[in-house]
């Protein structure tokens, strides 16, 4: 079978994904409401999640249209390709169309969540399918319009005439064109988790500090005036958000993978033939993995009265079962692409998905309260807040280790299982770098799947929410907190699988950058300064036929170059920028927030229940104080990147992108582990199952204080942290062009 014809499975697999996407949110539909009260609850806070997401994509809109006009401009001057405009577009609409829809699920889901756990025989079962996929309406549309993004474009650059070339060289300019789109899925990415982040956890902070330590509310009390806010909140970051985000990093791993295919390829003089099966191979695989990932979701259930553990297994039986079935389909597809190391490929790929599951359960062990470092951490709140944040931020440093060895190993196995040799070598490189951007491929290859483990959090988060307010009872609260707490796990799992598949994309992609410049260099004619500040001529058709070790050697990219230190340095330093900025305007917002409920619980009638709390008051400030905080690290984002490549050419642009993925990964990794296990650590001290647990005591209210203080940590600067990373490797892309023509001035 041809590769040609085997491609048609990936607009296929887009539409089985979407088609169950369908299916799921109009049986979510179907399931009963509640009473009164609960569909009241449930209004508010899809009202306030649809104000938010419209006011948003006011903002983002007008900046996506600037920057539109700014690569019309460098169209118009040929510093790139004409359609690197529209497909820029088509990346953030894709992008931000998958978070509005799995909102918009998620919001419709939570009220029929606390409804179904109502049921005393089977709720938590039927709790547990309902939330888990109506989370999967957004893992299918985010692989089903990722798979239509791709293969739409393939098509009509392949066949209307606008690629001038043939053969694999018409490959290699394919490919790379199609990556231009993953920026502008990036940059709605970072806006959505930015902005959301930004919106949930000042609605968080103010329902904590004030509701919770002083005066001593559960949570989700009717009377907190952030309440709605709140679960808002949690809709906008982390499924809105999540969504836009993992959205680009399955299309980019697909793309940067098959660029990479195509240019190791041409650049050891292969043919078409050959060029074609290394392209379609990502394409393919990512296809088989998102039909197979709904079969995995059918598998996801449990038993009533199920402890944590229990309802874990429940989750990571469908994981793991779409894990080895596609497993099994890669080796399949790969051999009949007829690829000539299709074995090692193979192997990559599997190392990619064991990554996957082993970041996962890393991530499990030091943020569930099963395990030993959330109690520890729990245990340190008999003395204190301090100690609950020292504690706290001694464990997410900890956490940091095996990931890094995870992906360093993991790394290493997936290049030499696609060079075919235990040796590191110039001409092994291309081949090694497909190898570790098809390894992102295996790892994202469940998406489907892994993505509804993590909407299915704040879904279920929100249920809890409308059972409380709506006074549901113990029993169904305590079926909803199960649930819950879960979802604090798989939310926590979903972040660290985020940051690691940015960290393989990443990579790939820094790889990628190498043939934009060349393509930019034969465009602008025979030869190129290699930077603005360099007298050294580069002959363009020498730099065309280089492979990727000699392009480095040319351009000095070693640290013995000062411009790559520099860039190091910087990239580095963007990391903790970007979180302090981000931190900052939490702060800022929860402020507002703060004084806010303070002022509303000051009224007696609001205290006591007499009279509602002003909830749109609240929304009213975490919406704004979003949409004006998001703005300036996003676009740091974006200089920075082209900023460092006008100054200091190729060399600082690979330093930049080396420091920020070593950099940003690590911190994201801290970040998201330590705010996880504060949130549990909370959490169990609210289960009551130590002689020093309980709700509403001084060491519940310790637990709060490092609760709050991960929140930022885990829902907006970490996760946002491994957009930045990819979106810095995506602008450097698709600015390539103005670098080459800027050095020529």
């Not at 295996?442 to 409380?468: F, H, K, Q, V, W």
Request: aromatic residues 8%; glycine residues 12%; hydrophobic residues 50%.
């Amino acid at each position: 079978m041809t590769p040609e014809v085997l491609f048609w499975l990936v607009p296929l697999a887009s539409l089985i994904a979407l088609g169950f996407a369908a299916i799921f949110f109009f049986n979510m539909k179907k399931a009963d409401e509640g009473t009164d009260r609960m569909k009241e609850i449930a209004g508010y806070v899809r009202e306030g999640a649809m104000a938010y997401l419209k006011q948003q994509y006011k903002v983002v809109g007008v900046v996506f249209a600037i920057i539109a006009v700014i690569f019309c401009i460098m169209a118009y001057f040929g510093m790139q390709n004409n359609i690197v405009p529209v497909a820029f577009l088509t990346g953030g609409f894709f992008s931000g169309l998958a978070g509005f829809i799995g909102m918009k699920t998620a919001t419709y889901a939570s009220g029929r969540v606390a409804q179904a756990c109502r049921d005393e025989q089977d709720g938590l079962n039927k709790g547990l399918k309902l939330a888990f996929r109506s989370g999967a309406v957004l893992g299918l549309t985010v692989v089903g319009f990722g798979l239509l993004d791709i293969s739409a474009w393939y098509l009509i650059l392949d066949n209307t005439g606008l690629i001038d070339a043939q053969g694999i060289d018409k490959l290699v300019q394919i490919t790379t064109i199609m990556l231009t789109f993953g920026m502008g899925a990036s940059l709605q990415a970072l806006f959505a988790r930015v902005g959301g982040g930004i919106y949930t956890k000042a609605a968080d902070v103010g329902a904590d500090l004030v509701g919770k330590t002083e005066y001593h509310f559960n949570e989700d009390d009717p009377r907190n005036p952030a309440t709605i806010a709140d679960n808002v909140g949690d809709n906008v970051g982390d499924v809105a958000g999540m969504g836009a985000d993992l959205y680009e990093s399955y299309a980019g791993s697909i793309l940067a993978s098959a660029a990479l295919g195509a240019a190791a390829v041409a650049g050891m003089g292969g043919t078409y033939d050959e060029g074609i099966k290394m392209v379609m191979a990502p394409m393919i695989i990512g296809a088989v993995g998102a039909i197979l990932s709904v079969l995995g979701i059918f598998i996801v259930r449990t038993k009533q009265g199920a402890n944590q553990t229990e309802l874990m297994a429940a989750l990571n039986r469908g994981i793991n079962f779409s894990s080895v079935l596609i497993a099994i389909a890669a080796a399949g597809i790969l051999n009949v692409l007829g690829i000539e190391n299709w074995l090692g490929l193979w192997g990559s790929i599997v190392i990619g998905l064991v990554v996957g599951i082993a970041i996962g359960k890393v991530t499990e062990y030091y943020t569930s309260f099963e395990f030993k470092p959330v109690k520890f951490i729990a245990e340190n709140a008999t003395t204190g807040p301090a100690t609950v944040i020292i504690s706290g931020i001694g464990v997410g440093m900890i956490s940091t280790c095996w990931p890094v060895i995870f992906i360093v190993l993991g790394t290493i196995g997936a290049y030499l299982c696609a060079t075919g040799s235990f040796v590191f070598s110039a001409e092994n490189m291309s081949m090694g770098l497909y190898g570790i951007g098809i390894a992102a491929v295996g790892m994202l290859s469940t998406l489907g799947l892994t993505l509804a483990t993590d909407a299915y959090g704040p879904i279920s988060d929100n249920a809890g929410g409308n059972a409380e307010m709506s006074e549901l009872g113990e029993s169904v609260r305590s079926r909803t907190d199960a649930l819950d707490a879960l979802g604090n796990t798989t939310a926590a799992t979903g972040k660290g699988f985020a940051i690691g598949s940015a960290a393989l994309t990443a990579l790939a992609l820094l790889a990628s950058y190498i043939e934009e410049i060349k393509m930019a260099a034969l465009h602008y004619g025979e030869s190129f300064k290699a930077s603005f500040f360099s007298t050294e001529t580069i002959n363009s058709a020498e730099l065309a036929k280089m492979n990727i070790a000699e392009f480095m050697a040319k351009f000095d990219v070693t640290l013995m170059n000062p411009k790559v230190l520099l860039g190091i340095f910087v990239g580095a330093m963007l990391s903790f920028l970007f979180c302090g900025l981000t931190m900052n305007a939490v702060g800022r917002a929860a402020k507002s927030m703060v004084e806010e409920v303070r002022r509303q619980l000051s009224d007696k009638d609001v205290f006591e229940g007499r009279k509602k709390a002003d909830y749109a008051r609240c929304v009213g400030i975490s919406t704004q104080g979003a949409q004006r905080e998001m703005i300036v690290p996003s676009m740091i984002a974006v200089i920075v990147p082209i900023a460092t490549g006008l100054i200091m050419g190729v060399p600082g642009v690979f330093g930049l992108l080396a420091g920020g993925l070593a950099g940003g990964f690590v911190l994201a990794v801290f970040m998201a582990n330590s705010g996880g296990a504060w949130d549990n650590a909370k959490k169990y001290i609210e289960t009551g199952d130590a002689d020093f647990c309980g709700k509403h005591t001084p060491v519940h209210d310790a637990s709060v204080v490092g609760d709050t203080v991960g929140d930022p940590f885990k829902d907006t600067s970490g996760p946002s942290l491994n957009i930045l990373i990819k979106l810095m490797s995506m602008v450097s892309i698709v600015t390539a062009g103005l670098n080459v023509a800027f050095s020529l001035l």
